[in-house]
Protein backbone atom coordinates (compact mmCIF):
# COMPACT_ATOMS: atom_id res chain seq x y z
CA UNK A 1 0.00 0.00 0.00
CA UNK A 2 1.60 3.26 -1.00
CA UNK A 3 0.65 6.03 1.34
CA UNK A 4 -0.20 9.65 -0.18
CA UNK A 5 2.02 12.43 0.44
CA UNK A 6 1.77 16.15 -0.21
CA UNK A 7 3.44 19.41 -0.23
CA UNK A 8 2.05 22.75 0.60
CA UNK A 9 1.89 25.84 -1.81
CA UNK A 10 1.39 29.39 -1.73
CA UNK A 11 0.49 31.68 -5.22
CA UNK A 12 1.46 35.11 -4.66
CA UNK A 13 1.26 38.39 -6.84
CA UNK A 14 -1.29 39.36 -9.17
CA UNK A 15 -3.57 36.81 -10.97
CA UNK A 16 -2.63 34.16 -12.01
CA UNK A 17 0.17 34.78 -9.35
CA UNK A 18 3.28 32.50 -8.94
CA UNK A 19 3.61 29.50 -6.62
CA UNK A 20 5.82 28.29 -4.71
CA UNK A 21 6.80 25.44 -1.90
CA UNK A 22 6.49 27.30 1.32
CA UNK A 23 8.50 24.02 3.13
CA UNK A 24 5.73 24.79 5.48
CA UNK A 25 6.33 27.35 6.72
CA UNK A 26 3.76 30.14 5.29
CA UNK A 27 4.41 33.51 7.30
CA UNK A 28 1.90 36.21 7.50
CA UNK A 29 3.88 39.10 5.59
CA UNK A 30 3.20 43.17 4.98
CA UNK A 31 4.23 42.41 1.69
CA UNK A 32 2.66 40.01 -0.90
CA UNK A 33 5.38 37.39 -1.74
CA UNK A 34 6.78 34.43 0.11
CA UNK A 35 9.11 34.58 2.42
CA UNK A 36 10.23 33.00 5.74
CA UNK A 37 12.01 35.88 7.21
CA UNK A 38 8.95 37.35 8.40
CA UNK A 39 11.28 40.04 10.72
CA UNK A 40 11.48 42.06 7.17
CA UNK A 41 8.07 42.16 6.31
CA UNK A 42 6.53 43.50 10.37
CA UNK A 43 2.74 44.49 10.13
CA UNK A 44 2.17 47.40 12.99
CA UNK A 45 0.10 47.46 15.21
CA UNK A 46 -3.06 49.87 14.84
CA UNK A 47 -3.98 52.54 16.95
CA UNK A 48 -7.36 51.83 16.53
CA UNK A 49 -9.61 49.19 14.51
CA UNK A 50 -7.41 45.96 12.60
CA UNK A 51 -4.19 46.08 10.55
CA UNK A 52 -4.14 43.01 7.98
CA UNK A 53 -1.27 40.65 6.86
CA UNK A 54 -1.40 40.04 2.97
CA UNK A 55 -3.65 37.00 2.38
CA UNK A 56 -2.02 33.27 2.20
CA UNK A 57 -3.01 31.19 -0.37
CA UNK A 58 -2.42 27.83 0.64
CA UNK A 59 -2.82 24.43 -0.93
CA UNK A 60 -1.31 20.93 -0.77
CA UNK A 61 -0.55 19.63 -3.99
CA UNK A 62 0.29 15.63 -4.28
CA UNK A 63 3.78 14.63 -4.61
CA UNK A 64 3.06 10.75 -3.65
CA UNK A 65 -0.31 9.10 -5.19
CA UNK A 66 -2.85 7.22 -2.85
CA UNK A 67 -3.55 3.55 -3.96
CA UNK A 68 -7.19 4.90 -5.11
CA UNK A 69 -8.04 8.64 -3.86
CA UNK A 70 -7.55 10.89 -1.02
CA UNK A 71 -11.03 12.42 0.25
CA UNK A 72 -12.70 14.28 2.94
CA UNK A 73 -10.08 16.91 4.11
CA UNK A 74 -9.90 18.47 6.77
CA UNK A 75 -7.91 21.31 7.84
CA UNK A 76 -7.74 22.82 11.89
CA UNK A 77 -5.55 25.12 14.19
CA UNK A 78 -4.81 24.39 17.46
CA UNK A 79 -7.14 25.31 19.83
CA UNK A 80 -5.06 27.92 21.24
CA UNK A 81 -5.34 31.81 20.40
CA UNK A 82 -2.41 33.39 18.65
CA UNK A 83 -2.15 36.12 21.10
CA UNK A 84 -3.83 39.33 22.44
CA UNK A 85 -5.41 41.10 19.56
CA UNK A 86 -4.19 38.76 16.78
CA UNK A 87 -6.35 36.19 14.75
CA UNK A 88 -5.95 34.31 12.27
CA UNK A 89 -8.66 34.37 9.48
CA UNK A 90 -9.40 31.60 7.28
CA UNK A 91 -11.94 30.13 4.54
CA UNK A 92 -11.85 28.14 1.12
CA UNK A 93 -12.52 28.92 -2.17
CA UNK A 94 -11.72 27.34 -5.85
CA UNK A 95 -10.62 30.05 -7.92
CA UNK A 96 -7.68 32.93 -6.48
CA UNK A 97 -7.28 36.12 -7.01
CA UNK A 98 -4.96 39.18 -6.02
CA UNK A 99 -4.03 38.51 -2.46
CA UNK A 100 -4.78 41.66 -0.19
CA UNK A 101 -3.77 43.72 2.90
CA UNK A 102 -7.29 44.97 3.47
CA UNK A 103 -9.97 42.74 5.37
CA UNK A 104 -10.41 39.65 3.12
CA UNK A 105 -13.34 38.18 1.38
CA UNK A 106 -12.60 34.37 1.79
CA UNK A 107 -10.77 34.95 5.10
CA UNK A 108 -13.45 35.79 6.74
CA UNK A 109 -13.79 33.46 9.76
CA UNK A 110 -11.49 32.85 12.88
CA UNK A 111 -9.36 30.10 12.64
CA UNK A 112 -10.16 29.28 16.37
CA UNK A 113 -13.71 28.34 15.45
CA UNK A 114 -11.74 25.12 13.57
CA UNK A 115 -10.16 23.95 16.90
CA UNK A 116 -10.09 20.39 16.81
CA UNK A 117 -10.56 17.76 13.63
CA UNK A 118 -14.61 17.34 15.05
CA UNK A 119 -14.93 21.85 14.17
CA UNK A 120 -12.60 21.09 11.51
CA UNK A 121 -13.03 23.03 8.20
CA UNK A 122 -13.83 21.19 4.89
CA UNK A 123 -11.23 21.54 2.62
CA UNK A 124 -12.55 20.58 -0.82
CA UNK A 125 -10.40 19.71 -4.45
CA UNK A 126 -11.33 20.87 -7.71
CA UNK A 127 -11.13 17.58 -9.01
CA UNK A 128 -14.20 15.07 -9.99
CA UNK A 129 -16.04 13.72 -6.59
CA UNK A 130 -14.17 15.98 -4.58
CA UNK A 131 -10.82 13.45 -4.88
CA UNK A 132 -7.50 13.56 -5.09
CA UNK A 133 -6.10 10.40 -7.03
CA UNK A 134 -2.96 11.23 -9.17
CA UNK A 135 0.49 13.70 -8.47
CA UNK A 136 0.56 16.95 -9.06
CA UNK A 137 -3.30 17.20 -8.01
CA UNK A 138 -4.11 19.94 -5.81
CA UNK A 139 -7.14 21.25 -2.88
CA UNK A 140 -8.64 24.34 -3.48
CA UNK A 141 -7.29 27.34 -1.84
CA UNK A 142 -7.17 27.49 1.82
CA UNK A 143 -6.88 31.19 2.09
CA UNK A 144 -5.40 32.78 5.54
CA UNK A 145 -5.46 36.38 6.85
CA UNK A 146 -3.50 37.69 9.98
CA UNK A 147 -5.52 40.09 11.94
CA UNK A 148 -3.76 42.66 14.11
CA UNK A 149 -6.25 44.90 16.68
CA UNK A 150 -5.14 47.30 18.47
CA UNK A 151 -4.68 45.58 21.75
CA UNK A 152 -1.97 43.32 20.24
CA UNK A 153 1.45 43.47 21.73
CA UNK A 154 4.33 44.76 19.61
CA UNK A 155 6.85 42.00 18.38
CA UNK A 156 6.60 38.45 16.81
CA UNK A 157 2.76 36.02 17.52
CA UNK A 158 3.71 32.42 18.72
CA UNK A 159 3.93 29.50 16.16
CA UNK A 160 0.11 28.42 15.01
CA UNK A 161 0.32 24.88 14.78
CA UNK A 162 -1.75 23.79 11.53
CA UNK A 163 -3.18 20.18 11.09
CA UNK A 164 -4.64 18.33 8.08
CA UNK A 165 -6.25 15.33 7.91
CA UNK A 166 -8.23 13.11 5.06
CA UNK A 167 -9.35 9.49 4.54
CA UNK A 168 -7.37 7.48 2.36
CA UNK A 169 -8.34 4.59 0.04
Known amino acids: MALAAFSLYKRYGTSPGTETDTSWNPCFLSSDLHSTNPGSYTIPVPETGYNYSYENWLRLKCTSAPDNAIA????????SDPGTGLDIMIGTTATYATPVDSASSVATV????YSDVSSALAWGTPQANDKITAVAQYTDYLVMQLRIGATANQGAMTTATMHYQYDES
Open 110 to 113: DGTT
Open 72 to 79: NIKFWFAA
